[in-house]
């Protein structure tokens, strides 16, 4: 009986080894199906960390970030770095179900909806046109809002560079239109347009005014929601910002696009062309928009951006108060946020975290 029992409790310790080996083969054939399938997300992850007071490989060379020939500069000490996003995934090479599941589990990481990043009927080449267009506007308004804050007097021009499919202006305007005024407002910059874009709404049209050459066509056009964004009117269009800069400021980063990376530009031109060092030696990360007249605003990714910065060695991050709610719960350990809303709020926490006191009295991001 013995030998009876014996053998029954082999067989059942069989029968469990077998089923144990049939789940885990299971889980090996599941895990694998996951990696080939693909999923309609893309993947946001920490990008490359640029310092604006430093230098940039472009092409063969290394060459300064920012530069300002025929200026008088001065030293800087620390960083102030800018902070990129990495998106994995586009409509021809999405990732895997296992990739976002690894994702999910990344707190420096972000799932997003496949067209929230790249919208229906938009080709990868046009997301990318795009981002390149804000790229260049965002760094004519840094230099812009920087050398206002220093005191110069400024004036912009807005034109058309393009448009987006199934634009509401194509064949009301045309590319390389100036743009004069929209209702009756002439807009300051970029970020001026939209605001008086989103106040039109999409109920009616707005009036459109351009220079054509050496005339003045009025248009009426009339907004219609972004894609993927319901509450931002839009005349799906790519404007280009020209300032008359009393000289020469060049800003040199290849492959990087977005408008994001404007206020930590504006702030490191003015590093460079005032005595001393804002940042008081310490490496400082942050990112957001900036317009002509100082105003800082939100941005994409800004969890994916916090973690960048704290791997990169900031102590310190300047956020957009605009993305405060993102930033809540978020924010990694040994970094210190702050909040701005305006280039001079930036300025102002620069300065106390170069006096190395003040800092409890700066606003920053709070549930």
Not at 143 to 149: D, K, R
Not at 202 to 213: C, D, I, K, P, Q
Request: aromatic residues 6%; proline residues 6%; charged residues 20%.
């Amino acid at each position: 009986m013995l030998f009876a029992e014996q053998a029954r409790q082999d067989a059942h310790a069989g029968r469990g080894a077998r089923i144990g080996w049939s789940l885990f083969a299971f889980a090996i054939i599941g895990a694998l199906g996951l990696s080939f399938i693909p999923s309609p997300y893309v993947l946001e992850r920490p990008g490359p960390v640029f310092d604006t007071l430093g230098e940039v490989t472009v092409g063969d060379d290394d060459v300064p970030l920012i530069s300002i020939p025929g200026e008088k500069t001065y030293p800087t000490a620390g960083s102030l770095d800018m902070l990129t996003v990495n998106v994995v995934g586009n409509r021809d090479e999405r990732p895997s179900w296992l990739e976002v599941v690894g994702a999910w589990a990344d707190p420096s990481e972000a799932v997003v909806p496949l067209d929230a990043v790249y919208p229906e009927g938009e080709s990868i080449e046009q997301s990318n046109e795009q981002s390149a267009v804000d790229m260049q506007n965002s760094q004519k308004d840094a230099i812009a809002a920087s050398l206002g804050e220093l005191g110069y007097e400024l004036d912009a021009t807005l034109s058309i560079a393009g448009f987006s499919p199934e634009s509401p202006a194509e064949g009301a305007l045309e590319a390389d239109d100036v743009i004069v005024s929209v209702n009756g407002e002439s807009p300051a910059d970029v970020a001026d347009l939209r605001a008086i874009i989103a106040e039109n709404g999409t109920s009616s049209a707005a009036t459109v005014v351009v220079r054509r050459g050496d005339s003045e066509v009025t248009q009426e056009v009339t907004p219609v929601l972004a894609e993927g964004d319901g509450s931002a009117p839009i005349l799906g269009i790519a404007v280009a910002a020209e300032y008359d800069f009393p000289f020469e400021v060049k800003i040199q980063l290849e492959n990087v696009g977005g408008p994001s990376a404007g206020m930590m530009f504006a702030l490191g031109i003015i590093d460079k062309l005032t005595p001393g060092e804002l940042n008081g030696g310490s490496q400082v990360a942050g990112t957001g928009t900036i317009t002509a007249d100082g105003v800082v605003g939100p941005i994409g990714g800004i969890r994916q951006k916090l973690y960048g910065a704290r791997d990169a060695g900031a102590a310190y991050f300047l956020a957009p108060e605009a993305n405060c709610d993102q930033v809540v719960g978020h924010v990694p350990d040994g970094l210190r946020v702050f909040s701005v809303e305006t280039l001079d709020d930036a300025m102002a926490a620069l300065d106390a975290i170069s006096r190395g006191a003040g800092q409890d009295d700066l606003p920053t991001c709070t549930g």
